[in-house]
């Protein structure tokens, strides 16, 4: 059901209300009849599979509600938009759950003469998944902006289609990382002991984001420029940090710190009809990106191969550095190793001079997000040929090899046939390997190291089509139009990670990205 009645009390004046509800319902039956497995040879009873019969039914519901008023005025060079409203959000993802918001905002938008600029706006949103006195927040915004181009002074750049200056701050509201009543501790009704861990203090993560920006037009807009640089501060981050082991509980959320994300963008684009049948269009874009965790309560947080630590990246990598692969002469001399190593294993450094090679000598080895992207677009029309191509890809990116990427042969479960680049492994007749010496059991050579990271980054032809218009042909037989094409989808990318997608960043679970070559006719009949 969605609902949207609207009431127009002046010319400039509406009210306007919505009201939206949808219901998702589910079932399943299960139903299997017992039976025995019998030994095909022996006639023996191996197993019994029990009868399976069995039913659920659940059922979702979503409920939407707002009214808002809606303020339009123009006088002179002057003009006025304004709106203001409240919202309310149900949402019942199952018989149990219920969670719910409510939202109160205004927003007013203020242009003279088309040349100077100002938004101002401020919500405030309560949530029933923070406790008594923290459910609500409150976030106001305010943005300004000078075209530049309409001044006066201008007009001598007649060059100069357009040039915009703009600047905006404001604070934004999140709390997605937060499920239903963890801001209170549950018991088990059966036997009285803890079940959850709640936290009453828990209440809104909020991002803090300044952007400057500007705007440029050249040649009647033929060119365009566009250059932004944020700055964005994530205060009291929503975290799930673990408990100690002691707790015999799992994790619970916490406002745990501050997270700063900065960086610049810069996008281009050209459109120039060179005559009525040459046309070209090119655009391209590049971002810049750095992470940086300022402050966190009870940190580092370690999970695995990531590590939370104040003056790094979020989930920057973590483990072991190494310098190449063990030879007959470090064991001679007693380098420090993990016990089992021989000759032809990865070593490891000891980072803290203890004399010994453990958890202790893990550390940070590389930023897991990608420093910067980019994107080139380029459509050509010369007559009755076009070709296009989309180019994307990453600056400086680290990926870091994992299962069966690292230790072919294993028994252990993430083994394989090792393929053709594996085969420069170590052995003693070939100690300048590139890969480990092979062996069914490679406990020590799969740990999560700078040994097999490598640059990720890269760049690819997302599409790349070279096409022939045949209308003039074809409407001497009777057809509207036609076209042949040719188009490949990812036909080539350059990466020094050859193996796995380079946007994986090394991880083996992705699906492989596919190669498409397409050959084709467009008709279109009268």
Do not use: C
Request: hydrophobic share 35%; no cysteine; aromatic share 14%.
């Amino acid at each position: 059901v969605n609902f949207q009645p609207q009431w127009e009390i002046l010319p400039s004046l509406k009210l306007k209300g919505q009201y939206l509800f949808n219901i998702e319902s589910y079932g399943s039956i299960q139903n299997r009849d017992a039976y025995n497995f019998v030994d095909y040879y022996t006639n023996a009873l191996v197993f019994t599979y029990p009868e399976l019969k069995s039913s659920s039914v659940s059922r979702s519901t979503y409920q939407y509600l707002s009214a808002t008023l809606n303020y339009d005025k123009t006088l002179g060079k002057n003009f006025v938009n304004g709106i203001a409203g409240t919202s309310r959000e149900i949402n019942n993802p199952n018989n149990y759950k219920q969670i719910t918001l409510a939202s109160y905002f205004a927003k007013v938008n203020y242009v003279y003469d088309n040349r100077y600029l100002l938004e101002a706006s401020y919500r405030a949103d309560g949530s029933s998944l923070f406790g008594d006195d923290h459910k609500w927040g409150t976030f106001p915004s305010v943005a300004v902006g000078w075209n530049v181009s309409h001044e006066k002074f201008m007009a001598p750049l007649t060059f100069l289609s357009n040039w915009k200056i703009r600047s905006s701050y404001g604070l934004l509201g999140n709390n997605q990382n937060v499920g239903p009543y963890q801001y209170q501790s549950t018991v088990n009704a059966g036997n009285g002991t803890e079940i959850a861990f709640g936290n009453p203090d828990i209440t809104w993560e909020t991002v803090k984001m300044l952007d400057l920006g500007t705007d440029f037009g050249f040649l009647q807009n033929k060119l365009t420029v566009t250059i932004d640089w944020y700055n964005k501060i994530t205060d009291h981050v929503l975290l799930n940090p673990p408990l100690p082991p002691s707790s015999g509980l799992g994790s619970v959320p916490v406002n745990a710190g501050k997270i700063r994300n900065r960086g610049w963008e810069l996008s281009a684009s050209y459109s120039a009809r060179f005559s009525p049948k040459t046309q070209l269009s090119l655009s391209a874009g590049y971002s810049y990106y750095q992470n940086k965790i300022l402050s966190l309560e009870g940190g580092p947080y370690i999970n695995g191969n990531s590590i939370d630590q104040v003056g790094h990246p979020i989930g920057a990598y973590y483990g072991y550095r190494t310098a190449g692969l063990l030879q007959q002469s470090d064991i001679d001399k007693g380098v420090p190793v993990l016990s089992g190593e021989d000759a032809g294993d990865i070593k490891y450094l000891d980072v803290n001079k203890d004399g010994v090679i453990d958890n202790n000598d893990q550390v940070i080895i590389g930023n897991p997000n990608p420093e910067g992207n980019y994107f080139v677009n380029l459509r050509l029309d010369y007559h009755n040929l076009w070709f296009q191509i989309q180019v994307n890809g990453f600056t400086k990116s680290l990926g870091v090899y994992q299962g069966r990427y690292t230790v072919p042969l294993t028994l252990a479960g993430d083994g394989g046939v090792p393929m053709n680049w594996q085969l420069d492994y170590w052995t003693p007749t070939h100690t300048d390997a590139r890969f480990p010496r092979l062996t069914p059991n490679p406990t020590y050579n799969q740990l999560f190291s700078d040994f097999w990271a490598v640059n990720a980054a890269f760049a690819r032809i997302r599409y790349m089509e070279l096409g022939y218009n045949l209308n003039a042909l074809v409407k001497k037989v009777g057809l509207a139009g036609a076209s042949i094409y040719l188009n490949a989808q990812n036909p080539f990318t350059i990466s020094k990670m050859k193996h796995l997608d380079p946007e994986s960043q090394g991880s083996e679970l992705t699906y492989p990205l596919l190669k498409f070559y397409t050959m084709g006719i467009n008709i279109k009949f009268e």
